[in-house]
């Protein structure tokens, strides 16, 4: 309403500029003299010129409203009306004066200038047309200065704030809600990017909490898997005691082996899981170094490993979790390498070093970096069973010791060597 | 300047209640002949526990000691008695004089540990309680009837009285008033421009301007460490480089 108001206000403006200027013009363009008066001025002037001439009187009585000045045939100034006009045939011809002869008995007697007045005519005018113009245009000006600033409150900021908030979204912020303002139209326009985005939030929740219980499936099911398979292995114990005859017995004891591969393929699982949900909680503490042969003893169970005698010193670590780090290191070198072992220390400033060390094959230069990635395996792994986890879950848990695990291809075998940091 | 002692990895660990308590923690220092040796550090830091161990009167959990070239941490424990017998002296807070013997019946006893000769042991505390200031009077009094300095002082004498290589003071000057303080401060002065090795545990910022060479624990382990050169009394340049040592060390 107001909008429209305002436009035809602004037409109304636009056309009375346009009137009151064509109509100015018009004004402006009739300069010509009424030939009429001008007539009627030269013969009433020709009837009083012998009275005028005998006389010398300075009067020339005429009901014609027109200034002019009278001279006679040697330009000597008889009458004037007004002393502002032209006084002379030079002034007359410079302000495009009218000169008109008058004839007394077909003699030319003298010359009537008559004073042109258009030009304080036209000044005139145009004060008035400035005034209407200045006084239009003025309010002219308000109006579409007015007009930007709606504009700009209306359309502009809420464009902007439109578009950050879809910056904000595309980062995934999705907790700040759009401000609008419901009551113009764009208000409700943006009200339905924020729907956008509540919608979009609750996805993402709905996702994550899938994903969630995915893994904690799986960290669920492993778990219950390893039941079972205890209660497999326990049965082979008994079995084992009881048979005699040696073809069973290699056939129990392939089970038992099998059913330890299931138990250390589905420990791996459940810790890669356990990881993922972020609870592979690991409690560094000062320990002994001490401790650490122990733990590495315990690791070798077959005692392949010739182990230097630890140096002293106090270390951060989790004893619980770099038993599992040991395991898995030997596991692997069992598994893969299969010769005698030695196990090595160095402290080297706030580090204490250990290499663990065997004479196998090793992986390959290129695979070194590779193989501590989640579920990669050597090209040498292939024929043998396992996930690609358990470096993987070594790595984890010695950076959370602020630790390092790194292997080396030695000359005559294949070494890992793990850091700690002094206590 | 000679190594006197010096640690590896040296780890001390106490356990109370089950939970146990990491006091000295990866431990690597020297101590130099000739130095006095100051150790520093907020209450709890484990400047006591350093002491006792590096001076034999305790065994570290993990980690090695060596004196000059032999190692003693692995000493057993009367070997450890007589390795401090014949090498260290002790100065402690609360003095330990016998009360039952007088002031020389004190310092003999302790001389006579170690050697035979009476005659040798009996000139020798001579000289040193001259050397500490002591009045011939006071020789033959008993701990009781001594002010807090002399006791100390005599305390001193007992602990040279074997030529020890090195002295052990845990805050000798923690119970005396600054008049006995600046007495027994000047005496081990003096003893170390003579040549002995001193290491003191002190948290007392006066009586470590004596030392030439501070060491600052911090949470078992050290934390920063100051050459401070000779002692010059009154000067106020050497004071000025301690107070900015310790105030950056946090003190």
């Known amino acids: 309403m107001k909008l429209k108001f305002i436009l035809f206000l602004f037409i109304g403006l636009l056309l009375i500029e346009g009137i009151v200027g064509w109509k100015v013009i018009e004004k402006i363009k009739d300069t010509s003299l009424d030939n009429v008066m001008v007539n009627d001025l030269s013969q009433q002037i020709g009837q009083q010129w012998e009275t005028l001439m005998q006389t010398q009187l300075c009067t020339v009585s005429s009901n014609i409203d027109l200034d002019f000045t009278l001279l006679d045939n040697n330009g000597k100034k008889i009458y004037t009306t007004s002393p502002s006009v032209s006084q002379s045939i030079e002034a007359a011809i410079q302000n495009r004066d009218s000169i008109i002869d008058i004839e007394l008995n077909d003699q030319r007697v003298g010359k009537i200038l008559i004073y042109n007045d258009s030009n304080s005519r036209i000044a005139s005018h145009l004060v008035f047309l400035m005034q209407i113009l200045g006084g239009t245009l003025i309010i002219e000006g308000i109006i579409l200065g007015g007009y930007t600033y709606y504009l700009n409150k209306r359309m502009i900021q809420p464009f902007r704030s439109l578009q950050r908030f879809a910056t904000r979204v595309a980062g995934g912020d999705l907790d700040f809600p759009l401000e609008m303002d419901r009551h113009n139209n764009f208000g409700v326009f943006t009200e339905s990017f924020d729907l956008m985005r509540t919608e979009l939030k609750k996805a993402r929740l709905n996702e994550q909490k899938a994903n969630q219980s995915k893994k904690e499936l799986v960290a669920k099911m492993s778990h219950d898997i390893k039941t079972p398979i205890a209660s497999i292995k326990a049965i082979l114990e008994l079995m084992l005691i009881k048979v005699k005859d040696p073809k069973e017995r290699g056939q129990l004891l392939i089970i038992d082996q099998k059913a330890n591969q299931i138990d250390e393929l589905v420990s791996d699982l459940f810790h890669a899981t356990l990881e993922e949900l972020q609870e592979l909680t690991i409690f560094v503490k000062e320990h002994s170094s001490q401790e650490l042969a122990t733990l590495l003893q315990s690791a070798d169970y077959q005692n392949k490993a010739v182990i230097d005698p630890v140096p002293d010193c106090l270390l951060l670590f989790d004893a619980l979790r770099l038993q599992q780090v040991f395991d898995n290191l030997f596991g692997n070198a069992y598994k893969y390498a299969n010769t005698s072992m030695e196990v090595h220390f160095e402290i080297v400033e706030e580090e204490f070093l250990i290499f663990i060390k065997d004479f196998g094959e090793g992986v390959t230069a290129e695979e070194q970096s590779l193989i501590f990635n989640k579920y990669y395996r050597a090209k040498n792994a292939e024929e043998k069973s396992g996930a690609g986890l358990g470096l993987y879950i070594c790595r984890y848990i010695m950076m959370q010791m602020n630790g390092t695990i790194e292997c080396e291809k030695t000359e005559d075998g294949f070494m890992m060597q793990l850091a700690l940091k002094l206590a | ?251």
């Not at chain 2, 000493?75 to 020389?104: E, T």
């Not at chain 2, 305390?155 to 074997?162: E, K, T, W």
């Not at chain 2, 460490?225 to 106020?236: H, K, Q």
Request: hydrophobic share 40%.
């Open chain 2, 1 to 251: 300047m000679e190594k006197m002692i010096s640690t590896q990895k040296l780890c001390k660990t106490f356990s109370s209640g089950g939970v146990l308590q990491h006091i000295l923690k990866n431990l690597d220092l020297e101590i130099y002949e000739g130095d006095f040796t100051v150790i520093m550090g907020p209450s709890g830091a484990g400047k006591s526990t350093l002491l006792y161990a590096l001076s034999g009167m305790d065994k570290p959990s993990l980690g090695k000691i060596y004196f000059r070239d032999e190692e003693i941490s692995d000493y057993s424990d009367d070997r450890l008695a007589v390795f401090r017998r014949h090498h260290c002296g002790f100065v402690f807070q609360q003095i330990y004089l016998q009360d039952n013997m007088s002031v020389m019946d004190n310092i003999l006893s302790a001389g006579l540990l170690v050697s035979r000769k009476k005659k040798e042991v009996v000139q020798r505390a001579q000289e040193l309680l001259s050397l500490v200031a002591m009045k011939e009077e006071l020789y033959h009094k008993f701990p009781a009837q001594l002010s807090g300095g002399e006791a100390q002082r005599a305390g001193i004498v007992r602990a040279l009285i074997n030529q020890p290589d090195i002295l052990f003071a845990d805050e000798p000057t923690g119970q005396l008033n600054s008049y006995a303080s600046k007495a027994v401060l000047d005496v081990l002065t003096a003893l170390n421009k003579d040549g002995q090795s001193i290491v003191m545990v002190t948290h007392d910022v006066l009586s470590a301007r004596r030392a030439n060479r501070i060491l600052y624990l911090q949470d078992g382990a050290i934390y920063g460490e100051c050459d401070l050169g000779d002692y010059v009394p009154n000067d106020e340049k050497r004071h000025d480089r301690l107070t900015a040592f310790l105030k950056e060390m946090g003190w």
